[in-house]
């Protein structure tokens, strides 16, 4: 898919001060999130802005320089460990203090759940910002969808609980969401090194979790880009159009 052989149809939203939208893109790898989101910024240049909205650092254009510091040194640990041939018991197995005193101990846990937390509303407020200056802000993937916030299991961490559940109850939502739609099988051509069952498991934990966000469109992605920019791209007039008027 060519993004320069994509022309749209549709003229871009004017801005307007205060009255910005934010376009979350969401869907299973292969599903063209990216690609769809660098054709509207190359055909609306004027109006919009992009905000990576996923959970990895590496790819982040707006992040905090803890989450890059934390990141780089759960890396180090992490190569640290695999060159280690002792092989430490599993957390559940060890003690309050020994858990505080080793690498990815309580301490750890919390403090990286509370730059997890800082990280998610930094990027929250950087959209909002550029929604109050009027932009249509472009969001790669979004927190609420990263996570499977409807999970309940009685052996997930507290931390991962705690954390779900802030997501879940005040997190804020992005005006639209596009979900990128195709048959896991499809996707699976596209992202050689995912199975099926797994891309299957993404399309699901997305639909088990519409009900958390308000404006929800799907689309088929086996359409052709410019047919899927295109209709993107009405969709958010529409949006804005709708909301003008009332």
């Given at each position: 898919?060519?993004?320069?052989d ?5 003229a ?34 004027g109006?919009?802005?992009f ?6 650092i ?10 890059r510091w934390?990141?780089?040194?759960k ?6 460990m ?7 018991p599993?957390?559940?197995?060890l003690?309050n203090d ?8 309580r301490i750890v846990?919390?403090?990286?759940l ?6 998610e509303?930094?990027r ?9 200056r ?17 999970s309940s299991e ?6 991962v609980?705690?954390?779900?559940w802030l997501?879940?109850?005040f997190y804020?939502?992005?005006d639209?969401?596009?979900?990128l739609d ?5 996707l ?5 090194e ?9 399309r699901?934990?997305i639909i ?6 308000g404006?929800?469109?799907t689309i088929?992605?086996?359409?052709p ?6 209709q ?13 008027r009332n």
């Amino acid at each position: 898919m060519d993004i320069k052989d994509t022309s749209l149809s549709v003229a871009a939203p004017p801005r307007k001060a205060l009255v910005g939208v934010s376009v979350a893109f969401v869907g299973p790898d292969g599903a063209g999130k990216s690609t769809v989101v660098e054709s509207l910024l190359s055909a609306w240049p004027g109006c919009t802005r992009f905000v990576f909205m996923g959970a990895g650092i590496d790819q982040a254009n707006y992040s905090l320089p803890t989450s890059r510091w934390l990141t780089r040194r759960k890396r180090q640990r992490l190569e640290k460990m695999l060159e280690d041939p002792e092989v430490l018991p599993p957390a559940r197995l060890l003690s309050n203090d020994q858990q505080t005193k080793i690498s990815g101990g309580r301490i750890v846990k919390i403090v990286g759940l509370l730059n997890r937390l800082a990280e998610e509303w930094y990027r929250a407020i950087v959209v909002g910002i550029f929604k109050l200056r009027g932009f249509v802000v472009l969001c790669d993937r979004h927190f609420i969808f990263e996570h499977r916030l409807e999970s309940s299991e009685s052996n997930e961490l507290l931390s991962v609980r705690l954390h779900n559940w802030l997501l879940r109850r005040f997190y804020p939502r992005p005006d639209i969401v596009v979900f990128l739609d195709a048959d896991a099988a499809f996707l699976q051509k596209r992202k050689m090194e995912w199975p099926v069952e797994h891309l299957e498991y993404q399309r699901q934990t997305i639909i088990k979790q519409r009900p958390l966000v308000g404006h929800l469109v799907t689309i088929d992605t086996t359409q052709p880009l410019a047919v899927v920019v295109d209709q993107v791209a009405n969709e958010i007039v529409q949006y804005r159009s709708a909301r003008d008027r009332n």
